[in-house]
């Protein structure tokens, strides 16, 4: 019987001479997926808009322009007027990014704000404020927000981002105060109050350096919002619809008819943006989960032993010689991890004593 | 006091709030909307111009209090005034034509999605790191899309090119809406599509929600004990750690189904569904205010009326949410 010890998930990780690639190269592999992702549709948001090929809301009047497939000289094709996809998504993903980063940063300053109060203060105000964001997270947010924008004269960029600020902050609020209520209690914070420090000192120096991963999930999640909810309200045509983001681009593709006419290269690359970079956010909040809670990690951070997927957290297999079970008995026993060990570990007895390793 | 009566009072709170809300939007906000809607909509009689500038705030109708309390008269009787749009019909009306369709859709589609999201979380929790645990950063991508953007793909993938679904609408035209088959039968095949939408943009979150909380479940010591005693596989999973790890998930169902109903609304547009949503479009497109407002409180009033329901179901799964002192 031969068990062949994993000497490392990666021997190329042992070699590697800077620190922070070593660190990069730890990350679960969702968040660096994330990462990258992420980090071309900033880089297309940053450059896109100097590099874009034609003006997006140029009109051209040759009808020999209008609903062009794909092509060398307009790489996405051109809508019904004549106007360049490729450049209308360029200037969209960088007006899409720009609202959700701002509403993102405003409102998770809000729920920073509202959180670490209410647990600061504590008693009477603490109820108002907890009571605050659990009803505005159980109120529906799209309708309300198509309500506040449909009755604003102009609904520009600006109201959008004021009106999805003001909406957007409960979520993180609660989770944040819940973790600075059980932060608050800790040794250290009592020893700087001890030695006299003022209150906001505390918050600023002691409790918000200690929240920073919270926040930034918090500030992902919130993008995510951001960007969901404003193309959603710029494909209703609550937006100033003669600006290029996704979701206005979305919208000229579907009052244009685009699926009628056939031209896909019109409405898929927005909504395939949307989906992208939400995918990158998405991928984004479960990595950096995972690296809080080394549970959650997928099977590839694993120890394989012999064949067999051991998780770090497991108890020490004892195997068993497996009892003939029925049909149904069988199908569910198929799910248990147990079942794993006995299909490879049943032809040895010291098969069954692995020790997971390899996980540094 | 009692956890149910505890939400009970929560709920109240939340409907006031959104009722309050939509009582002072059309004040606080800037422009005047009765003259919008009086010059896009001429043949108003003068009658509707005063019951406009009653119900959104405009000149001078009686003290705030006043209107606030005749508001909520109304709203308690249903009566959301006159429709602009289609002048004399009563926007309750317009209501209880589109509710039902809304309901019945995306009541259905969001249990099938939870309670498939759920199932599969348990599978892939158990399983952690088998196939279905892997494919699952490939369903994030579903979960990320707009449900709108994904409607219009398989718009025209199923229904433009291969003709296999209906392009929209409730039902085939041409029928009469009654309770005989013919239109049930439509009314199903039309719905099939907007609740496939539904469900694949959806079940994602459930089952990447629970898996989670079944991993961390499968790693607490009376779930090692329930194996240690020899009990079966399908006990120790479904009574011992599926049945705990399902709270937060119970928990996190109220709270996504106004994102589920956000969404849904969407989802109408695209498919010309004639539900709820389909008709706050036309509201939105058409500055018909009144609509507007009454369309947010029966979406917020049945968004919360769900929730309420979810923690009665709580209460019956969880023994401790009938003892637990604070419940927030």
Known sequence: ?360 | MPFIIRRLVFYLVAAWVALTANFFIPRAMPGNAVQDIMSKFPNLQPSAYKALEAMLGVGHPGSIWHQYWSYLDDVFHFNFGTDVTEYPARVSTLLFETIPWTLTLVGSATIIAFVLGTGLGIVAGWRHGGWLDRVLPGLMFFQAIPYFFLALILLEVLAISLHIFPLGQGYAGGLVPGWHWAFIGSAIYHSLLPAFTIVITSVAGWMLQMRNVMITTIGEDYVLAGQAKGLPNHRVVFTYAARNALLPQLQGFGLALGFVVSGAIVMEIVFSYPGIGLLLLNAVTSNDFPLMQAIFLVITFTVLLANLIVDLVIVFVDPRARTREAAR
């Open chain 1, 1 to 360: 019987m031969t068990v062949t010890l994993p000497v490392s998930a990666d021997p190329a990780a042992l070699t590697e001479t800077p620190k922070d690639i070593g660190r990069w190269r730890r990350l679960p592999t969702k968040a660096k997926a994330g990462t990258v992702l992420l980090g071309v549709f900033v880089l297309a948001a940053i450059i896109g808009p100097q590099v874009t090929p034609y003006d997006p809301s140029y009109q051209n009047p040759s009808p020999g322009l209008s609903l062009l497939a794909p092509n060398a000289a307009h790489l996405l094709g051109t809508t019904q007027s004549g106007q360049d996809v490729l450049s209308q998504l360029l200037v969209g993903i960088r007006l899409t990014l720009e609202l959700a980063v701002i509403v993102g940063a405003v409102a998770t300053a809000l729920s920073v704000i509202v959180g670490v109060s209410a647990a600061f203060l504590g008693g009477f105000w603490d109820d108002v404020l907890s009571l605050a964001s659990n009803v505005f997270l159980v109120i529906p947010a799209l309708p309300l927000l198509i309500l506040l924008l449909g009755y604003l004269p102009q609904k520009g960029q600006t109201a959008t981002i004021i009106v999805l600020s003001v909406l957007g902050w409960p979520w993180g609020a609660r989770v944040i105060r819940a973790q600075t209520l059980a932060i608050r209690n800790r040794d250290f914070i009592a020893a700087s109050r001890e030695t006299g420090e003022r209150t906001w000192r505390i918050i600023t120096f002691e409790i918000i350096p200690n929240e920073v991963s919270l926040i930034a999930a918090s500030f992902v999640n919130t993008v995510l919002y951001a960007i969901g909810a404003s193309v959603a309200l710029a494909f209703i045509g609550l937006a100033d619809l003669n600006s290029w983001s996704l979701g206005t681009m979305l919208y000229w593709a579907q009052s244009q008819q685009a699926l009628q006419l056939g031209a896909w290269w019109w409405f898929a690359p927005p909504g395939l943006a949307v989906a992208l970079i939400g995918t990158a956010l998405v991928l984004l909040n479960t990595g950096m989960d995972e690296l809080g809670n080394p549970r959650l990690r997928d099977a590839s951070k694993v120890a394989k032993i012999g064949g067999r997927r051991l998780h770090p957290a497991d108890p020490t297999p004892v195997l068993q010689a497996a009892a003939p079970r029925g049909a149904l008995a069988g199908f569910l026993h198929s799910f248990s991890r147990r079942s794993l060990l006995e299909e490879r570990g049943a032809s040895g007895p010291q098969a069954g004593i692995a020790q997971p390793g390899g996980e540094r």
